[in-house]
């Protein structure tokens, strides 16, 4: 069982060659590796070219962003299974074998995928395990609980394709087209990657982005086009934990609209401790510090 995967880089030399060695020291038989550089300026096309008697394509130049990058390797991917590992991220060993012999065991599953957890940059220190579990689409609506490395997909059942028009999340868009086609999805409890968190990856605006992109090209989409009354409450769900999140950012601004979203187009009542983050959002917490003490004297 061949399995293809590709690695999408631009300006991650400091990172690159560890995910490299990470797919090579998998020692797995059939390994289609296919790395696509978006030119770039650093020391990762001189690291490619050390590694190129082990590539099946590789190539640097200048693309329209990470979906189009990934969708210019698969298009010379021939593996039955097929992923992509992102520049700075790493397998766990003889994590290939045990993807292999999930699919082979349960011929009906289309995609697989297990746990993850987060490292410093060092690519060593854990931060935390990514928390995942059984695949269920409407818990699926309400928690992004695969992590994309740690995820594979069988070509026959999932064709490798991204829209090209996300930039954050792709991932999460296949998975939950994915799965209202009625795909198998299996979770095998074991620990499949490491993702690692650097300044980069950790920016508030690139998580402020990515909620913005969720609910603006899924969540959205999905409520205008009907959505039944479980998957609203799915979505406000979600809709509430990105708002604790937005929080702990100081995005105000993306606070409040993500809240708007919920109440008025997730119609998912506000609760106490939302609403209480909207007024510290508007008035600033010094201005709500000040009307508890107030209330507090009468």
Known sequence: MRISVVTPSLNQGAYLEATLRSLLSQDYPDLELIVIDGSSTDQSVEIIRRYEPFLTHWESERDRGQSHA????????????????????????????????????????????????????????????????????????????????????????????LREDFHYCMDYDLWLKTAARGVKFLYVPELFSRYRLHEESKSAGALVALHAEIVDRIYRPLLQSGA???????????????????????????????????????????????????????????????????????
């Not at 510290?280 to 107030?294: E, F, H, N």
């Open 228 to 298: 039944s009354r479980e998957e609203r409450r799915a979505i406000g769900l979600a809709a509430g934990d990105m708002i604790d999140q937005l929080n702990s950012l100081g995005a105000r601004g993306a606070l409040l609209k993500t809240l708007l979203f919920r109440v008025w187009e997730a119609r998912t009542p506000p609760t106490a401790a939302l609403l209480g983050l909207a007024l510290q959002a508007l008035l600033g917490p010094r201005a709500v510090r000040l009307i508890q003490r107030l209330k507090g004297r009468h």
């Open 70 to 161: 990934l969708n210019k390797g698969f298009s010379h991917m021939t593996g039955d299974i097929w992923g992509w590992l992102n520049s700075d991220d790493v397998y766990e060993p003889g994590v290939l074998s045990r993807v292999a012999r999930a699919f082979e065991e349960n011929a009906d599953a289309g995609v697989v995928y297990g746990d993850c957890v987060y490292v410093e940059a060092d690519g060593e220190t854990v931060i935390e395990k990514f928390r995942s579990e059984p695949y269920s689409r409407l818990r699926h609506l309400a928690h992004r609980f695969i992590a994309q490395p740690s995820c594979f997909f069988r070509r026959s059942l999932v064709p490798p394709e």
